[in-house]
C-alpha cells in the first residue's frame, strides 16, 4: 500500500523549475520516487506523472496509458519510466485532444501537441532506449516532458475558452458516447 504522498498543486515552486538530469538511476533515492511515482499512477486514475509532481525536481516520468473514468478511451499499456528523456517530433502534424492534470483537478483543456514523436531516454537499469510514441500516449508523453520543463499544460492553450470543467468535460463525453451508439 502506498504511503500518503501528496501530489503538488499548481502554484507550488517545484511545478515552475527546471528538473535536473538523473546522473546515477542505481542510486536507492531514485528507486524510491520511481516506486512512489508508480504506487500514484496504480491509485489513481491518471495516465501519466512526472517527478516534480511529487516535489522531485529531477528528470524522470512515467507514462502509463490506461482506460479511466478520467480517461476512458486511453489504450492500455504497461506503465514506461523515462530518465533524462527528450523526444523530436516525426512530422510537424499536430493534433487537438482534451488534457487534465493531477496538479490542476477540476478542470479540462484542448491543447495542441504533436501527433507522432520519436523519444530517447534511459530506462531504470541504465540502457538507452528510443521509442516512437503516437497519439495519446505520444500526448501524454509531452504533457509529462513539460512538467520537466517547467510547464503546465495551461500554458499551451491557445484560447481560454478552451478550458472547461471536468463535470462539463464529463457530460461532453458521455453525449458522444451517446451518438455513438446512437
Ligand atoms: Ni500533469
Redesign the pocket.
Known amino acids: 500500500m502506498s504511503k500518503n504522498i501528496e501530489i503538488e498543486q499548481l502554484g507550488a515552486a517545484v511545478l515552475r523549475m527546471t528538473a535536473v538530469p538523473v546522473e546515477n538511476v542505481k542510486s536507492p533515492k531514485l528507486g524510491e520516487v520511481i516506486e512512489e511515482m508508480l504506487d500514484i499512477l496504480s491509485d489513481s486514475k491518471g495516465v501519466?506523472?512526472?517527478a516534480p509532481?511529487i516535489g522531485h525536481s529531477i528528470q524522470v516520468l512515467a507514462v502509463a496509458s490506461k482506460p479511466t473514468s478520467r480517461y476512458p478511451n486511453a489504450p492500455l499499456m504497461e506503465p514506461i519510466v523515462m530518465i533524462n528523456p527528450v523526444f523530436q517530433p516525426l512530422t510537424q502534424e499536430q493534433e487537438r485532444d482534451w488534457?487534465?492534470?493531477?496538479?490542476?483537478p477540476g478542470i479540462r483543456a484542448l491543447i495542441p501537441r504533436y501527433r507522432k514523436i520519436i523519444v530517447d531516454y534511459t530506462d531504470m537499469t541504465g540502457t538507452l532506449v528510443t521509442l516512437e510514441l503516437t497519439g495519446f500516449v505520444a500526448r501524454v508523453f509531452q504533457?509529462?516532458y513539460?512538467?520537466l520543463q517547467g510547464m503546465?499544460?495551461l500554458d499551451r492553450v491557445e484560447n481560454n475558452r478552451d478550458i472547461i470543467s471536468e463535470t462539463e468535460f464529463f457530460k461532453l463525453l458521455a453525449l458522444q458516447k451517446s451518438l455513438l451508439h446512437a
Open positions: 501519466g506523472l512526472a509532481q488534457e487534465g492534470c493531477l496538479s490542476i504533457h509529462e513539460d512538467h503546465v499544460y
